[in-house]
């Protein structure tokens, strides 16, 4: 499979959502990656359910919404309405995984499970047939701009390996520091979906900045 492009709107011009929006649009990026943050999960607190259904209605491609909220299960058919498409929940933020996974996907939206640097890919194994997605942190989650973290090669190595037996159809998502520097490296290890928000959005011409992650 060609690989994914998602850029993370954390990184956009929040007072000019919608031209952010429609540069997505026009790139060739493949779909959005929406941070939300709830101040407890992580340090920072980004924007809710009002802000996705606004930008839903200017969107053309699919909402990959990436929750750092604890307790996520209270909120599935929120995020769904609001205008998700694969809805991603922490392992570390959900006691009763298996249940939300299960909750997510009878809501109609395609599951992710995000790990952060410190948790082990190999924990996610009795729950790898369930789930469509896994987002490896490659930098602790909470704000944009971080380094890269070294370690993710070897967790997407391992990760891969291990889809290959049980989910052959995974989309393995990189998410944090991902550059031109490491995405070739990245895809070649195993991931199939980058995401990247400082790197687009601070770049003098995001949608070539899209372009050039898309063509490695
Ligand atoms: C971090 C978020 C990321 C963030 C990535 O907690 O999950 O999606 O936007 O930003 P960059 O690409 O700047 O590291
Ligand atoms: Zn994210």
């Given at each position: 499979?060609?690989?994914?492009?998602?850029?993370?709107?954390?990184?956009?011009?929040?007072?000019?959502?919608?031209?952010?929006?429609?540069?997505?649009?026009?790139?060739?990026?493949?779909?959005?990656?929406?941070?939300?943050?709830?101040?407890?999960?992580?340090?920072?607190?980004?924007?809710?359910?009002?802000?996705?259904?606004?930008?839903?209605?200017?969107a053309?491609?699919?909402?990959?919404?990436?929750?750092?909220?604890?307790?996520?299960?209270?909120?599935?058919?929120?995020?769904?309405?609001?205008?998700?498409?694969i809805?991603?929940?922490?392992?570390?933020?959900?006691?009763?995984?298996?249940?939300?996974?299960?909750?997510?996907?009878?809501?109609?939206?395609?599951?992710?499970?995000?790990?952060?640097?410190?948790?082990?890919?190999?924990?996610l194994?009795?729950?790898?047939?369930?789930?469509?997605?896994?987002?490896?942190?490659?930098?602790?989650?909470?704000?944009?701009?971080?380094?890269?973290?070294?370690?993710?090669?070897?967790?997407?190595?391992?990760?891969?390996?291990?889809a290959?037996?049980?989910?052959?159809?995974?989309?393995i998502?990189?998410?944090?520091?991902?550059?031109?520097?490491?995405?070739?490296?990245?895809?070649?290890?195993?991931?199939?979906?980058?995401?990247?928000?400082?790197?687009?959005?601070?770049?003098?011409?995001?949608?070539d900045t899209?372009?050039?992650?898309?063509?490695?």
């Amino acid at each position: 499979m060609k690989h994914l492009v998602a850029p993370s709107i954390l990184s956009a011009d929040f007072a000019n959502l919608q031209q952010e929006i429609e540069m997505v649009n026009n790139s060739e990026a493949d779909w959005f990656h929406i941070d939300v943050m709830d101040g407890n999960f992580v340090p920072n607190i980004t924007f809710g359910m009002p802000v996705i259904k606004a930008m839903k209605k200017h969107a053309n491609k699919p909402f990959d919404v990436h929750l750092m909220i604890e307790k996520p299960e209270r909120y599935i058919n929120d995020f769904k309405e609001a205008g998700a498409d694969i809805l991603t929940v922490h392992y570390e933020a959900s006691t009763h995984l298996h249940r939300t996974i299960q909750q997510i996907k009878e809501a109609g939206m395609k599951a992710g499970v995000a790990i952060n640097p410190h948790t082990s890919v190999f924990l996610l194994e009795d729950i790898l047939s369930e789930i469509d997605l896994v987002t490896i942190m490659s930098v602790n989650p909470g704000f944009g701009g971080q380094k890269f973290i070294e370690n993710t090669f070897v967790k997407v190595e391992d990760l891969k390996e291990m889809a290959e037996e049980i989910n052959p159809n995974l989309y393995i998502e990189i998410d944090g520091g991902v550059t031109n520097a490491n995405a070739y490296d990245l895809v070649e290890a195993g991931a199939n979906v980058l995401v990247a928000g400082s790197f687009v959005f601070n770049s003098k011409n995001p949608v070539d900045t899209i372009k050039d992650l898309k063509h490695l």
